[in-house]
């Protein structure tokens, strides 16, 4: 029974690594969610709530990443609050619209058009934009950084 728990569980961690990626899918939860599945299937014999709680602790860690990234970006690369809620419209508007490529696009282009109704320059402006893809791959690296270790840290606790 604990063979088929860690399939689905591994199953789960392929896809919430993919969802860091590709952003149809929540990352980091769905890893979570394959060590529960896990847990469930061998009654959770190796899994201790405590696991689960720092688990869950690391999931909220890669939320707090992609936020923080996109913000620290957007302050170096001097964007101002409406490049901020430029960010943060044009992410929601082209994932909606665009799909997977609207979480590239489009909180570069937000971040571009909240800069010019700022009144900034138009290549001030276009740098803050380029800044926040900076943000959004620094963010996703240390977002998969933590998500290996989580899987790293269940194999580890499983494997003991």
Same mark, same amino acid.
Do not use: N
């Given at each position: 029974?604990?063979?088929?728990?860690?399939?689905?569980?591994?199953?789960?961690?392929?896809?919430?690594?993919?969802?860091?990626? &590709?952003?149809?899918?929540?990352?980091?939860?769905?890893?979570?969610?394959? +060590?529960?599945?896990?847990?469930?299937? %061998?009654?959770?014999?190796?899994?201790?709530?405590?696991?689960?709680?720092?688990?869950?602790? @690391?999931? &909220?860690? %890669?939320?707090?990443?992609?936020?923080? @990234?996109?913000?620290?970006?957007?302050? !170096?690369?001097?964007?101002? !609050?409406?490049?901020?809620?430029?960010?943060?419209?044009?992410?929601?508007?082209?994932?909606?619209?665009?799909?997977?490529?609207?979480?590239?696009?489009?909180?570069?282009?937000?971040?571009?058009?909240?800069?010019?109704?700022? !009144? !900034? @320059?138009? &290549?001030?402006? &276009?740098?803050?934009?380029?800044? %926040?893809?900076?943000?959004?791959?620094?963010? %996703?690296?240390?977002?998969?950084?933590?998500? +290996?270790? +989580?899987?790293?840290?269940?194999?580890?606790?499983?494997?003991?």
């Amino acid at each position: 029974m604990s063979t088929l728990g860690l399939i689905i569980a591994c199953v789960f961690f392929v896809a919430g690594l993919a969802g860091t990626v &590709l952003p149809v899918l929540p990352g980091a939860p769905l890893i979570w969610v394959g +060590m529960l599945i896990y847990g469930l299937f %061998t009654g959770f014999q190796h899994l201790s709530w405590l696991f689960y709680v720092i688990q869950a602790l @690391a999931v &909220l860690l %890669t939320f707090f990443l992609d936020y923080a @990234a996109g913000a620290w970006a957007v302050s !170096r690369y001097g964007g101002s !609050r409406f490049a901020v809620w430029g960010t943060i419209i044009g992410t929601v508007i082209g994932i909606i619209f665009f799909g997977p490529l609207g979480i590239i696009f489009g909180p570069l282009v937000g971040a571009v058009g909240g800069e010019l109704i700022a !009144r !900034r @320059a138009p &290549l001030m402006a &276009l740098k803050v934009g380029l800044g %926040t893809l900076v943000g959004l791959i620094g963010g %996703t690296i240390l977002k998969l950084i933590v998500e +290996m270790g +989580m899987i790293v840290w269940f194999f580890m606790v499983i494997w003991r």
